[in-house]
């Protein structure tokens, strides 16, 4: 391997997603993986689900990684135990089964992270591929699954992933791209990920995950993907405090790539709820449309 790579894969295995496990952005991330998911199971026909950067599946929120910042208690924490508007508690619906499932109740103890939510949603005859670089939580990944037939777990950088794995057999299915943001060049990386995807496999929908730092950055990546050529991408986004400056994570978004029917009108009543009760400051807002159209 090139030292240029090397040195890149060892700065993005410094992630671990147990310190964030249930944060205001994950609530919306697998809010919207969940409806998407409950589409493609409404037909009988085999679905795949490829997660490029998947991370252990399943976290605890008694670990000391999430009880050291109590991320959780911004998200997911604000909207369990309580009953939601009506535009609210239907999108969230799918996304709080699975919280319900995994938990055998409705007290929550234990976060499903991506691999976790599409097992739970995914049925008999769909297929899961689940690619986590980081050595430790990559084992945990493994090992999570080792029972699960239906799953496949990969341990390679995950850019290669969203390559190698496309098309899959079912042409049906999602391909989820969430990386750690901890290496320059990552908004760069999901914008060719993107093309690749959606040349590769044009019949099924992928999901790209972004945080919002700094205005400009995003601006830009949103113009690369504007300029792509790919067409039908949504755009999801939320913050729970006017981003920009040091600090925790004040904003998330995510670009749907050929969504499901409805997904954009769903999310967008379900915004403004949303965003009451997960604003941690000045500013808090979200929006969603239509980055780039048919």
């Not at 060719?192 to 995003?218: C, M, N, S």
């Amino acid at each position: 391997m090139p030292r240029a790579a090397a040195s890149a894969n060892v700065r993005a295995m410094n992630y671990r997603h147990a310190f964030h496990a249930g944060n205001f952005a994950d609530v919306l991330k697998h809010a919207v993986l969940a409806r998407i998911l409950d589409h493609l199971r409404r037909k009988d026909a085999a679905f795949r689900v490829i997660d490029s950067h998947a991370g252990v599946g399943l976290y605890d929120l008694a670990s000391d990684e999430a009880l050291r910042t109590g991320e959780w208690q911004g998200g997911i924490g604000r909207l369990t135990g309580i009953d939601l508007p009506p535009p609210l508690d239907a999108f969230l619906a799918p996304y709080r089964d699975v919280l319900e499932r995994v938990n055998g109740g409705r007290d929550i103890l234990v976060y499903p992270g991506s691999p976790m939510i599409a097992t739970t949603m995914g049925r008999l005859q769909d297929r899961f591929v689940f690619n986590e670089l980081h050595p430790e939580d990559s084992r945990q990944l493994a090992a999570q699954f080792a029972t699960d037939r239906r799953v496949r777990v990969t341990a390679e950088d995950g850019w290669i992933t969203v390559r190698s794995q496309l098309p899959p057999q079912e042409r049906r299915g999602l391909t989820i791209i969430d990386p750690p943001f901890e290496e320059a060049g990552e908004f760069d990386r999901i914008a060719r990920a993107l093309g690749e995807a959606d040349k590769r496999f044009q019949t099924g929908t992928v999901l790209a995950w972004y945080p919002i730092k700094h205005r400009a950055d995003v601006g830009a990546f949103h113009y690369a993907v504007e300029n792509s050529g790919i067409r039908r991408v949504l755009r999801i986004e939320q913050w729970v405090r006017t981003p920009g400056g040091e600090g925790p994570l004040a904003g998330a978004g995510m670009l749907v790539v050929n969504p499901p029917w409805k997904l954009a009108e769903e999310a967008a009543a379900a915004m403004p709820h949303l965003t009451e009760r997960l604003a941690a400051g000045p500013g808090a807002g979200g929006r969603v449309d239509w980055l780039v159209g048919e």
